[in-house]
Every structure is written in structure tokens, then in C-alpha cells.
């Protein structure tokens, strides 16, 4: 019979069950326990199952490529940084206002740590969100114009509630990259979430950009609904004594 219940299992792909039915047989057999018992115990071993198995295909497809959390962020050596308002933010109720961040700092001040930070706390409470360097993301659009697979890409950035844009700063752009990150921010403006880290003021942005019309109204975009966070303090890539390395690059 325990064989007939694996085979049965095993068509219906209910891995979390398959995992624990033999010990949770042997269990209702040694305590007599009720059969409505024993089928809330599976049900419950295949929810979890579920979720963290959902929970690490949100991982790997954000592709964080530091280890960093908000718990290991070191606020005490960063006092351009509010932690209670950094708190406030892992709280996500920024991503149900459809509200965008703005990190702006010079480099090694925390803005990469902060960023990824929030993205993993996003992804552990079930949204779906993707980490890129500004650079590279601005490649993958310009190869999908080569490719003709442009609104496919586009359709699923939008999809995704929180994007991080890390390092939009001195960058080497083709017109059709910028016209393509514009368009990107025009569609996820007011639907989605994103998270953008950057060494340059807004007033800087022209110069990235050379396109002041399409700055004008991106940047009208996202201050609308912004929280626009400046952090003026020390970099944190020198290690403090008796640490082996620094914690956030950016």
C-alpha cells in the first residue's frame, strides 16, 4: 500500500508529501491518531513544501550577487543613514504604494547593501524581484533590439514588482539604450516598484543621459511617487580594525 501511495504521489508531483507519508503512517499507526489529523499533517508538510521551494526559485532568479541583509548592514558605522527609516522601507508597504527608491552617494556609502537588503526582505515575503547592474541591465535591452525579443523582456520587467537598478552612474550608453531604459520606466511607472542606486545628484542625470526632455519627464515620473534617500557619510569599504573585509561596495 505504501508503494500504491508513492506511485500516486509521484503522478501528482506532491514532493512534500512523498517526504514524510511513511513516518507519518508509522506515527498514525503508533498514537492511533485521527485520519483527519494525519491529512492536515501532509497537507501542511506540502504547503511548506511549496513555499520554500517557491521561495528559492525567487531567489535564484533575482540574482543577488552578494550575501547581504538588512540585519548585517552595518548602521553604526554609517550615520548618513537613518536605520529607522530604513526599517520603515523593509516594511514594504513602498511596493503596495507602487513607490520607487532613490539611493544617491558616493561610492562604498551602503547604497548596494540598503538596495539588496530590501529586495531579499521583498523576496522573502513573496514578491517577485530582480537585481541588476545598471550596466548590464542597459546591454540586455540593446540585445534584445538585436533580436527583435525587446517586448518580451519588457513584459516581464514590468511583471516583476521590485526591480534594483544598481550603479546608474558613469555608464557607456547607446541612444537606443537610454530610449529603451526610458521606455522601461515610463511602463513600470505607477504598476511596479524600483529600487535605483547612484553616485549622481539628478541634476547629473542630463549629462548621462543627453536626452533633456526624456530626463524631464522621467525624473517627473519618479519623484512622483519617490522616497529619494541622500546619504552623506564615510565609505564602508575600508575595513574597521579586526574586521577581515568591508561589508556593502556601494
Not at 511596493?95 to 539611493?103: M, P, Q, T, W, Y
Not at 557607456?172 to 535605483?196: D, V
Amino acid at each position: 500500500m505504501n508503494e500504491r501511495l508513492h506511485e500516486l504521489l509521484a503522478k501528482l508531483r506532491l514532493k512534500g508529501m512523498a517526504a514524510v507519508i511513511d513516518r507519518e503512517i508509522q506515527r498514525a499507526e503508533k498514537e492511533g491518531t485521527p485520519v483527519s489529523e494525519v491529512i492536515s499533517r501532509l497537507l501542511l508538510e506540502e504547503q511548506t513544501y511549496r513555499q520554500n521551494r517557491s521561495l528559492l526559485y525567487r531567489l535564484q532568479g533575482a540574482k543577488i550577487p552578494w550575501d547581504w541583509t538588512l540585519k548585517t548592514f552595518p548602521f553604526e558605522r554609517q550615520p548618513g543613514v537613518n536605520k529607522a527609516q530604513i526599517n520603515e522601507l523593509a516594511g514594504l508597504a513602498f511596493i503596495e504604494r507602487k513607490e520607487n527608491i532613490i539611493l544617491i552617494g558616493e561610492p562604498g556609502t551602503g547604497k548596494s547593501g540598503i538596495a539588496i537588503g530590501i529586495l531579499r526582505q521583498a523576496l522573502l515575503s513573496g514578491y517577485r524581484g530582480r537585481f541588476y547592474n545598471a550596466q548590464d541591465l542597459m546591454d540586455e535591452l540593446y540585445a534584445s533590439l538585436a533580436d527583435r525579443s525587446s517586448a518580451k523582456l519588457m513584459k516581464h520587467l514590468c511583471r516583476l514588482d521590485l526591480v534594483v537598478i544598481d550603479e546608474l552612474g558613469y555608464l557607456s550608453l547607446k541612444p537606443e539604450q537610454a530610449n529603451a531604459f526610458f521606455k522601461l520606466m515610463g511602463e513600470r511607472y505607477g504598476k511596479r516598484s524600483s529600487i535605483i542606486t547612484t553616485n549622481l545628484d539628478y541634476p547629473a542625470w542630463y549629462d548621462l543621459f543627453q536626452k533633456k526632455n526624456l530626463v524631464d519627464a522621467l525624473l517627473d515620473r519618479l519623484n512622483h511617487h519617490c522616497i529619494t534617500i541622500r546619504i552623506d557619510g564615510p565609505s564602508l569599504r575600508t575595513p574597521t580594525h579586526g574586521e577581515g573585509k568591508p561589508h556593502p561596495k556601494s
